[in-house]
């Protein structure tokens, strides 16, 4: 299984980004994807997830700004980040579960909020 995150940048307070994370290899019995965020020198956090059945998470911090979509076909989950703010500035991680055991990390994509 690989996850190819894309889509971080550089963008000022209230700006808008879409994270993007293209899985191949997978198979099947996907029952989880989501995106989590390390800020520097903080612990790694989750910030949204869809599960199989399409249920949506989300941190407290995000609700209402960010939403999690996935494309089934192309077996890509996106993230839209709106309103965003100094403090979502972090280093971006893709996840994906397969059968609920086997995990699976993208590489990171940092984003930075920032006037």
């Known amino acids: 299984v690989q996850l190819q995150a894309s889509g971080g940048g550089l963008v000022q307070p209230g700006q808008s980004l879409t994270l993007s994370c293209a899985a191949s290899g997978t198979g099947s019995g996907i029952t989880f994807r989501g995106w989590y965020r390390q800020p520097q020198g903080k612990q790694r956090e989750l910030v949204a997830a869809?599960?199989?059945?399409?249920?949506?998470n989300y941190a407290d911090s995000v609700k209402g700004r960010f939403t999690i979509s996935r494309d089934t076909a192309k077996n890509t989950v996106s993230l839209q980040m709106n309103s965003l703010k100094p403090e979502d500035t972090a280093v971006y991680y893709c996840?994906?579960?397969?059968?609920?055991?086997?995990?699976?990390w993208g590489q990171g994509t940092l984003v930075t909020v920032s006037s």
């Open positions: 869809i599960a199989r059945d399409g249920l949506t």
């Open positions: 996840k994906l579960t397969r059968w609920g055991t086997y995990h699976y």
